[in-house]
Each structure stands twice: as structure tokens, then as C-alpha cells.
Nanobody, 133 residues
Framework: EGQLVESGGGLVQTGGSLRLSCTASGFTFDDHVVGWFRQAPGKAREEREGVSYISTVDGSTGDADSVKGRFTISRGNAGTIYLQMDNLSTEDTAVYFC????????????????????????WGEGTQVTVSS
């Protein structure tokens, strides 16, 4: 059974940076779509926002409008995906989740402000990011 574990969250001041890691166990990220989502305080699970995604099939990436130019998703080794977050603002405060699905049955759809992902096989437990003013 595969699992995802997020790390790298913490408390940072406005304008600061953090790098989140998503580590897979029991499988590798080969031939997967991997996405970072966030759930802001007071929001329900169904209101999680897609932040950034990457396809390890062709290396394509996408970002929500709210993070374009500030967040960068990348692949480390076979079992690690990173989210570099720069110029953080208080609006980025949230629990950040990693999700992954095999590319053969995982679809990314565009929304007015960003994207969503369907056919997810695994979710992590999340890591808290708090940005103070």
C-alpha cells in the first residue's frame, strides 16, 4: 500500500520562503500526476484549492493563478516532489496536502482560477504552513 508524507511546513514571516517535500513510500512517482493542494483555515475538505501540479510523464506543470510566479513545483529523486514557495503572504496560510495518481487514470481539469485533479490514488496527511504579518 502506497503512502505520501509531506514535510517542510512551518511558521514564516510575510515575504519569506519555504520548501515543502512530498515523499512516496511503497511506490515511485514515475508515470504519475502529483499535485499540491491547500486547505485554508475554516474551509472544508471539499474546498481544498489546487496549488501546483506536475506530470512525471512529460514534466508539464501548472499553477493556480494565486501562486503563479511565486511557487514552483519540481521533482527530486524518484520518490520526492518539491514545492518551493517564495514571497509568501498571510493568504498562503493553510494546511498543504500532496496527492498523486497514475497518469493513465488521473486527469487535470482547468477551473476559472486554477485547476483540479481527478482520479487521485493517494493523499498525504498534510503539513501546516503559517505566514505571519
Amino acid at each position: 500500500e502506497g503512502q505520501l508524507v509531506e514535510s517542510g511546513g512551518g511558521l514564516v514571516q510575510t515575504g519569506g520562503s519555504l520548501r515543502l517535500s512530498c515523499t512516496a513510500s511503497g511506490f515511485t512517482f514515475d508515470d504519475h500526476v502529483v499535485g499540491w493542494f491547500r486547505q485554508a483555515p475554516g474551509k472544508a475538505r471539499e474546498e481544498r484549492e489546487g496549488v501546483s501540479y506536475i506530470s512525471t510523464v512529460d514534466g508539464s506543470t501548472g499553477d493556480a493563478d494565486s501562486v503563479k510566479g511565486r511557487f514552483t513545483i519540481s521533482r527530486g529523486n524518484a520518490g520526492t516532489i518539491y514545492l518551493q514557495m517564495d514571497n509568501l503572504s498571510t493568504e498562503d496560510t493553510a494546511v498543504y496536502f500532496c496527492a498523486a495518481g497514475l497518469a493513465e487514470h488521473t486527469i487535470v481539469t482547468l477551473t476559472p482560477d486554477g485547476w483540479n485533479m481527478h482520479g487521485i490514488d493517494y493523499w498525504g496527511e498534510g503539513t501546516q504552513v503559517t505566514v505571519s504579518s
